[in-house]
């Protein structure tokens, strides 16, 4: 057989460094001693710093989603309104949960692609003036748009309602300054830019967001965060915590502390910056009207079957990248640059999309969109 290398570009999992995923092999060690302490000390602190706020990051034994149905859980009470930025897959997906919880769920919509405008929060937020909560993302994954929280932030800000926001793919790509921004609520999960196998979930709240916390009449147990402040307030989890994970997460939020949380939003810039270069430079066109660092999303163009471009890449040549999600499937391509990457996952992956675009018919110059990602490239990031 071929020997063929696997690369993952998908906007998670993805690439785990080598010293995070040795980690994860350590012996268990039982969680209620004081050398397990130690450690919930020591990752409590550093996702304080990747999180950039001085409120607790409580973390639970779930994928992201599990973080956005507690936020629900415990910021809103049944048929208490929440106004939910409805703009791709994930942000539909606050609907979804609150949907479950007996919330009125106002939606503020727009079309795949496109961005909720500060504007239109105003204006929603002026039509339901007892809005309890502003849910929405600081990145769109489905579409690879970044929202403007800092300032939807502001315009929640002049009122009481609460501003939660799901950073899943965002927090450690995207600049997010919660305590500042006015984010009452900030989540994210382990398999993004936190560089981790799936399975942990963070969630921070604000002292006004504590306030719904203790107030909520939504059915919780499991995610009730009144148990992990009270756990995590001890240096202790509520329940068995994901041990090898918090391992790795130790290990993870060194790296993130020698990077420093400005490196990292600049590297990620600087990934982005050279992957939108390469898709201009093969004739291709994005896909989002506000491009983030996570992903750039480009349209699949006419005569190429996007469904199959992705396969091929994965299938034949080895390189992982993102389908589009729900009526974007066959439309879009996603590109990831997320977590531990660096310049040359970029131009392997622009390689491999020249390659199947070729094997396709599609008119490409082989080695120009490379060429246009390493003229940013062949520079250490600002
Ligand atoms: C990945 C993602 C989710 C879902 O997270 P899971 O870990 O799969 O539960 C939610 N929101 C955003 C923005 C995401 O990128």
């Not at 020591?42 to 607790?56: N, S």
């Not at 809103?76 to 609150?98: D, Q």
């Not at 307030?233 to 068995?240: C, I, L, Q, V, W």
């Amino acid at each position: 057989m071929k020997i063929r290398k696997n690369y993952i570009l998908a906007p998670g999992p993805t690439p785990v460094p080598p010293e995070v995923a040795a980690a994860g092999a350590w012996p268990m060690i039982h969680h209620r001693t004081p050398q397990f302490c130690a450690i919930i000390k020591e990752v409590a602190q550093g996702l304080k710093v990747l999180f950039q706020t001085q409120h607790p990051v409580y973390f639970t034994a779930s994928s992201g989603t599990g973080v956005m149905e507690a936020a629900v859980a415990n910021l809103m009470s049944p048929g208490e309104t929440m106004i939910v930025l409805e703009c791709g897959k994930f942000s539909e997906r606050w609907s979804e949960i609150g949907k479950s919880f007996g919330c009125n769920i106002v939606p503020v919509k727009v079309e795949y692609g496109k961005v909720v405008s500060p504007a239109q929060v105003e204006e929603a937020l002026q039509q339901n003036p007892k809005t309890k909560a502003v849910f929405m993302q600081l990145s769109e994954t489905s579409t690879g748009c970044v929202l403007d929280v800092e300032a939807i932030g502001k315009v929640v800000a002049k009122t009481d309602a609460l501003l939660a926001v799901d950073g899943i793919s965002g927090v450690g790509a995207e600049p997010c300054y919660p305590d500042t921004w006015g984010i009452d609520c900030l989540l994210t999960g382990s398999q993004k830019g936190v560089m981790l196998p799936p399975g942990l979930g963070f969630i921070s709240v604000s002292p006004k967001g504590w306030k719904a916390v203790e107030q909520s009449k939504s059915p919780r147990y499991y995610f009730d965060l009144r148990a992990y402040k009270k756990a995590l307030d001890a240096s202790d989890s509520p329940y068995t915590p994901a041990i090898s994970l918090l391992y790795q997460l130790k290990e993870a939020l060194k790296i993130i502390q020698n990077e420093t949380m400005e490196g990292m939003w600049a590297r990620h810039a600087w990934l982005a910056k050279a992957t939108r270069a390469a898709v201009k430079a093969l004739n291709l066109e994005l896909f989002a009207e506000r491009p983030g660092n996570i992903l750039t999303s480009i349209k699949i163009p006419a005569g190429v079957d996007g469904e199959k471009l992705v396969k091929t890449m994965r299938d034949d040549l080895g390189v992982t990248i993102a389908g589009g999600q729900g009526s974007m499937k066959g439309k879009v391509m996603r590109i990831a640059h997320l977590g531990y990457m660096d310049r040359f996952d970029i131009t392997t992956a622009i390689s491999a999309l020249e390659i199947a675009l070729k094997r396709q018919g599609f008119p490409v110059k082989l080695g120009a969109g490379v060429s246009a990602a390493e003229e940013i490239l062949w520079e250490d990031p600002k």
